[in-house]
T-cell receptor, first 112, second 114 residues
Framework: DQQVKQNSPSLSVQEGRISILNCDYTNSMFDYFLWYKKYPAEGPTFLISISSIKDKNEDGRFTVFLNKSAKHLSLHIVPSQPGDSAVYFCAASATKNNDMRFGAGTRLTVKP | KAGVTQTPRYLIKTRGQQVTLSCSPISGHRSVSWYQQTPGQGLQFLFEYFSETQRNKGNFPGRFSGRQFSNSRSEMNVSTLELGDSALYLC?????????????FGPGTRLTVL
């Protein structure tokens, strides 16, 4: 059961522009949401997170937005850089001790 | 601080064989989770171990099993391998009191079943 969905398998943007990666979830019990970035031949690395008590969290060029009523979150990268080219996974869990459910990933390509 | 390490990095097996993968978490991390990554399916949760006990389990058949040792190192075993088990197997560790449940991943073991 895909409780976390990333409907866009790929996204291509120009360097300097904004990248917006989207994620939808079905389980209303999810309280913690995270984004991971994965380069080839490496494990995913934690990027940014948000809990359900917030609707926005910002860290440098990365901002995550959460819309609980729509069960939707998004990751904004601005400005996008070629080094941001990677696969981005959205993940969610119901509590801090619950298992994490991941989306299928979105491959971001930032063109110079 | 050393990251999560996984051994071996690459493995080739034939159908019907069994395989054991190893994961050493970051020092001080007591939780270890295992994931299977296949193209188009993202990361599928296998199971989580905490203090040598399986705490959570995903929807995988009983051929997939794991264990955790007193030093928090974990092993995953797959018996009677099938072609569909070919995947990247990722191990992740986390500290028990993280704020957002963030996990730290190892580089993975690429398993190919022929």
């Amino acid at each position: 059961d895909q409780q976390v969905k990333q409907n866009s398998p790929s996204l291509s943007v120009q360097e300097g522009r904004i990248s917006i990666l989207n994620c939808d979830y079905t389980n209303s019990m999810f309280d913690y949401f995270l984004w991971y970035k994965k380069y080839p031949a490496e494990g995913p690395t934690f990027l940014i997170s948000i809990s359900s008590i917030k609707d926005k969290n910002e860290d440098g060029r990365f901002t995550v937005f959460l819309n609980k009523s729509a069960k939707h979150l998004s990751l904004h990268i601005v400005p996008s850089q070629p080094g941001d080219s990677a696969v981005y996974f959205c993940a969610a869990s119901a509590t801090k001790n619950n298992d994490m459910r991941f989306g299928a990933g979105t491959r971001l390509t930032v063109k110079p | 601080k050393a990251g999560v390490t996984q051994t071996p990095r690459y493995l080739i097996k034939t159908r019907g064989q069994q395989v054991t993968l190893s994961c050493s978490p970051i020092s001080g991390h007591r939780s270890v989770s295992w994931y299977q990554q296949t193209p188009g399916q993202g990361l599928q949760f296998l199971f989580e171990y905490f203090s040598e006990t399986q705490r959570n389990k995903g929807n995988f058949p009983g051929r997939f099993s794991g264990r955790q040792f007193s030093n928090s190192r974990s092993e995953m075993n797959v018996s009677t391998l099938e072609l569909g088990d070919s995947a990247l197997y990722l191990c992740a560790s986390k500290i028990s009191h993280s704020n957002y449940n963030e996990q730290f991943f190892g580089p993975g073991t690429r398993l190919t079943v022929l």
